[in-house]
């Protein structure tokens, strides 16, 4: 016998959780930070409005990931269904304009307390020769050497990816603040450069130490904008995007490293 569909307050939702789906979109062992949601939207774009789509998934964390995306993106979770061998059916409704306008003055206490919860995830294998191959969601980002100095690699170094995840984050934070303030920006660009402390440790040539470590010194660099603000706002949005910027807070403050070395 099928289990029962999860009761749900709207009945409209429920009649469409009962009802047989439009599409089912195999999940598996997938979990939301590791392609599902990407075969989701995919499965879910030629549906029309109100649709159904069941996403079978055997992913324990999916229950606690899945509804707060689709509150995010305008969709709603129908019902959650229990299937033998222990996967899970979850029946998503689609939503239309109407359903995101609606959603947007539900309360978000939820989403946010999803947000603070969530944890970023890469998956880093190593390819051949000096190459590794990072897997973060829907992407696969080529790492060349951990320090390079030869310009003719066919992928950029760890440090300098490091750079760049500063760099990134900062140019698209402060763009994103400016245009809550209204501030149009017309180009932006962030140039940064470092060097290590002792990158002969890297190498090999010499002993670490506490004072000597191939980490980097420090960074330096220049923020350029072409705006709609004068010097004095600017410089204020600045100092906000550094204060709110996950990655320079993390270089500033340091986080504890817990990585553990298991033979395959």
Not at 61 to 69: F, G, H, R, T, Y
Not at 237 to 263: E, N
């Amino acid at each position: 016998m099928a289990p029962e569909p999860a009761r749900h307050g709207d009945d409209a939702a429920g009649r469409a959780a009962e009802r047989a789906p439009d599409a089912i979109c195999e999940g598996g062992d997938l979990d939301c930070g590791s392609g599902l949601l990407l075969i989701i939207r995919e499965a879910m774009a030629p549906l029309p409005p109100r649709g159904l789509l069941e996403v079978r998934s055997r992913e324990t964390s999916v229950k606690e990931d899945l509804p707060a995306w689709c509150r995010l993106v305008g969709h709603e979770l129908a019902a959650v269904v229990p299937r033998e061998g222990g996967s899970t059916a979850y029946r998503i409704v689609k939503g239309g304009a109407a359903d995101r306008a609606s959603s947007a003055e539900a309360p978000l206490a939820a989403d946010l307390e999803q947000a603070r919860r969530f944890t970023w995830s890469a998956r880093v294998r190593w390819t051949a020769g000096m190459q590794a191959t990072s897997y973060v969601r829907n992407h696969a980002v080529a790492v060349g050497q951990p320090a390079s100095f030869d310009t003719a690699d066919p992928a950029p170094g760890a440090i300098e990816l490091l750079l760049s995840a500063l760099g990134g984050c900062l140019a698209v934070g402060l763009q994103w603040r400016a245009s809550r303030q209204g501030i149009v920006v017309r180009q932006l660009e962030v140039s940064l450069k470092a060097r290590s402390t002792d990158i002969l440790v890297f190498l090999g040539l010499a002993e670490a130490s506490g004072s000597a470590h191939p980490g980097l010194a420090a960074i330096e660099g220049s923020l350029y904008a072409d705006c709609d603000c004068d010097e004095e706002q600017l410089q204020a949005l600045f100092a906000d995007t550094v204060a709110r910027s996950p990655v320079a807070q993390t270089l500033l403050r340091g986080v504890p490293l817990q990585v553990t070395a298991k033979l395959a």
